[in-house]
């Protein structure tokens, strides 16, 4: 793995450290990834799964989806990729993790500043009163969709299709940006929006943006460093250079 003199510097020396991360950080786990070759949605219609017109039209398929997905989720471990990015974590003054996955990896690995996009798996909430249930695994899809204590039907607490981000997780992740002089992209297509715009936020501001990525991606352009291979892999060997 071919690292730039002016990366190894600037791993030794950042101070605000901002990693992104997508579904290829989970693909080592055995969590598929989104698009590509074996991609979910390529055998899924997001738009019957993944957006609350879905939810309200067959509200016990959608359940029975995300059961699924959080069964798989729940039998795999954390990869030598999360574990970096939680001693990343544990050694830079600043270091904020944002990411667009739902499967609660990164917390299981031991990262504590998990700036969440896209909600988390693991997390219900109810739609009407909004009260969180954690206890995923106790709720019987097989006797229909959970019902609040209040009648209202209970979803998982991730972001689909049209909805809005978390406002805390625009607003800690913009405040990150601000002063960050080093910021990973990782596993990420770069095609879902707003997370495909931090990497080019955080250059404007002044970071040293690097790429890890089996392969390129739409915005390897922008970057300043793009490292090919398995983040598994990859970010291990960062690490190894930090000190
Ligand atoms: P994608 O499935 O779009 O992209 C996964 C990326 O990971 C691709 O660029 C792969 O090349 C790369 N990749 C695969 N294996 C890897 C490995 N071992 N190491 C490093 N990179 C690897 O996933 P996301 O970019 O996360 O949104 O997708 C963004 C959003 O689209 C998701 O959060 C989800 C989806 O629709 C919602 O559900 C709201």
Not at 93 to 122: C, P, W, Y
Not at 149 to 156: F, K, Q
Request: with cysteine; hydrophobic share 40%; charged share 20%.
């Amino acid at each position: 793995m071919q690292i730039s003199q002016t990366l190894q510097k600037r791993l030794r020396s950042a101070q605000n450290v901002v990693a992104l991360t997508g579904a290829g950080i989970s693909a080592e786990s055995g969590v598929p990834t989104f698009r590509g070759e074996n991609g979910i949605w390529k055998k899924m219609r997001p738009e019957e799964l993944a957006n609350f017109d879905a939810f309200m039209r067959n509200p016990k398929l959608v359940w029975e989806w995300y059961e699924y997905r959080r069964q798989l989720i729940h039998n795999v471990q954390p990869n030598a990729g999360h574990y970096a990015l939680v001693e990343m974590e544990r050694r830079y003054a600043s270091f904020t993790l944002v990411t667009q996955n739902v499967d609660n990896l990164h917390q299981r690995a031991g990262n504590k500043h998990v700036v969440e996009m896209h909600g988390n798996i693991m997390r219900n909430k109810c739609m009407l009163c909004e009260r969180y249930y954690t206890a995923v695994l106790d709720l019987n899809p097989e006797k229909g969709v959970p019902l609040c204590e209040c009648g209202g039907y209970i979803r998982p607490d991730v972001v689909w299709f049209g909805e809005l981000i978390p406002e805390q997780s625009l607003i800690d992740t913009n405040e990150s940006l601000e002063n960050c002089d080093l910021m990973f992209s990782i596993g990420t297509s770069g095609i879902v929006y707003p997370a495909a715009s931090f990497p080019g936020i955080g250059k404007r501001n002044g970071a040293y943006v690097v790429e890890v990525n089996i392969e390129r991606t739409i915005l390897s352009s922008e970057m300043d460093e793009v490292l090919l291979g398995p983040s598994g892999k990859i970010l291990p060997e960062l690490l190894e250079l930090m000190s």
